[in-house]
Every structure is written in C-alpha cells, then in structure tokens.
C-alpha cells in the first residue's frame, strides 16, 4: 500500500519534469531560429544545416535527461554503473561507436564540408541530395527514390558537389571495330556544338568569359568491359545547371552517334548472336 501511495506522486513528478524538458527544447529551438531570422551572419544553407543539428542534439539531450532521471529513483547510477565491470566494458564498446559519430559529425559540421541540401557521392558509390544532418548519422535522397543512411564513422570517403561548380563528364563507348579517326570528327562536331547551344550552362569568370567549354577528351579508357572504347565530353557548369546540362550533353551525343552510324559496344553474345542470324530483306 505505502508503494501504491506514492507511484501517483512519482507519476506526477517524472510528468513535470518531461513537460519542462519539451518546454525547454521548444525555447531553445526557438530561440536558435530567431537568431537566425534576425541576422544574416551565415548563408542560408549554412543556417538551415546549423537547426537541423540543433533540433537533433536538443531532442537526443532531453530523452537522456529524462530517461536518466527516471532511472534515479529506481537505481543507485553511481553504483550500477561501477559495480559491474560487465555492463561498462559493454557500454563502453556502445559509446565508442556512438561517440565517434558524433565526433565526425561535428567536424563535418564546423569544416563547413556538408550542408543540408548539398549533392554527394559517398564511398564512392552512394550519391544523392542531403535531406538531414543529425548528431550520427546522414540521410540523402538518391536519384532511384531511395533514402539512404549512413553512420558519420562509416564515411570514408565524401564527395561535394554543391561548391559553386560541377564538371559534366558524359561518354559514349563506341565498338573496337569503330574507326576511331570518324568518332573525334563527330564528337569533336558535338563539342563544338555543345558550347554553341548551351553556353548559358557553362561557368564564367567575372568577365564573362568561360571558364571551361565543352571539350573532346578523346579516348579516355580503352577496352571497357572488352566491349569497347570510352569516348567522352567534358565542362565545367554552374552547379544548378548540371542536371539540365548532362542531360543536354547525353542527347547531343545519341543523336550525333545516330546521324553518324557509330558503332555502340556491345555484349559479345550479342554480337556473335547478329552474326549467326542475320537479317533477310525481302
């Protein structure tokens, strides 16, 4: 009965105390967005990218507030956690981790090397638009529609694209029986074009002059899959326009290697199949 007595008090008091922790966040939260409002110390990104952490560290904070005040009027913290070697050797691998991601977290954020809504590639083989920064981990949004997580600690390698510029790379890979000396006269004609039509795209200095046009980079690997050889196209853009100017440079290439009869590579099963079967006109 004396435990049935006071389980409403403690009721009422673990209630308060998780009310002043939301109150407290909202304030802190909101206090933060004020700041912001009214100064124009960082850039928008930069401000936008700061209260996503903060919203993060805020709420992880109060949940450890909360859940560790709660746990004092259960158990002695200082005993149990001292008194077992085996659950601080395992908290202490649990934190090790977390406390890493955390640590990377805040150097990419004071590096200034990640902001919301910037496009990266990371390891090499994730790419996508950033849509949240949290204490420990990443989210970004990739082209097939897929979010995509990743731990701070598990990023060995970053790539940004949102730095004011981005280089277009587009390529044909052309079949090893096609004449190389035909494919640089038609793509060098689809260079030249390129920096006719889309020179808007391209990035400029102060003088208006750009920086990088639209190049033929000739043959830039050979025996690809031993299928063929890669030739590609190359530009320096501004980094909004790179969507719309790969996707300008792709078409002048298709239509270029239509026009011109270029030989695409192809699988070895498939050509060994037209080669077996060819085609009767009737």
């Known amino acids: 009965m004396f435990f049935l007595g006071l389980f409403p008090q403690l009721a009422l008091k673990i209630l308060t105390v998780a009310l002043l922790i939301i109150l407290m966040t909202y304030l802190i939260r909101k206090s933060i ?3 912001f409002d009214k100064t124009s110390i960082l850039d928008e990104k930069r401000e936008e990218t700061l209260m996503h952490f903060a919203n993060q560290v805020t709420k992880v904070l109060g949940l450890v507030f909360f859940f560790i005040y709660v746990l ?4 002695d913290l200082t005993k149990f956690v001292t008194g077992s070697a085996v659950m601080a050797g395992a908290l202490a691998l649990i934190f090790q981790h977390i406390i890493r991601d955390y640590i990377m977290g805040l150097t990419y954020l004071f590096e200034r090397q990640i902001h919301h809504g910037d496009y990266v590639i990371i390891n090499g083989n994730r790419e996508g638009k950033i849509e949240e920064i949290s204490m420990r981990h990443m989210k970004i ?4 529609g897929y979010l995509y997580t990743v731990s701070h600690s598990n990023i060995t390698e970053l790539q940004n694209g949102n730095r004011g510029m981005r280089r277009v790379n587009e390529s044909l890979v052309l079949n090893y029986r096609q004449n190389p000396d035909d494919a640089f006269k038609v793509i060098e004609e689809v260079a030249q074009t390129c ?3 889309y020179e808007e795209y391209l990035l400029k200095d102060e003088n208006g002059v750009p920086v990088e046009n639209f190049i033929f980079n000739q043959i830039t690997e050979l025996n690809v899959d031993f299928r063929g050889h890669r030739y590609s196209i190359s530009g320096l853009v501004k980094e909004t326009d790179f969507a719309v100017a790969s996707k300008k440079v792709r078409y002048e290439l298709a239509i270029a290697a239509y026009k011109n009869d270029l030989m695409m590579a192809q699988s070895e099963g498939l050509e060994a199949n037209k080669d077996c079967n060819p085609q009767v006109s009737l």
């Open 33 to 35: 967005k004020l700041f």
């Open 72 to 75: 004092s009027h259960f158990f």
């Open 141 to 144: 949004r990739q082209y097939d």
């Open 195 to 197: 920096n006719e039509k």
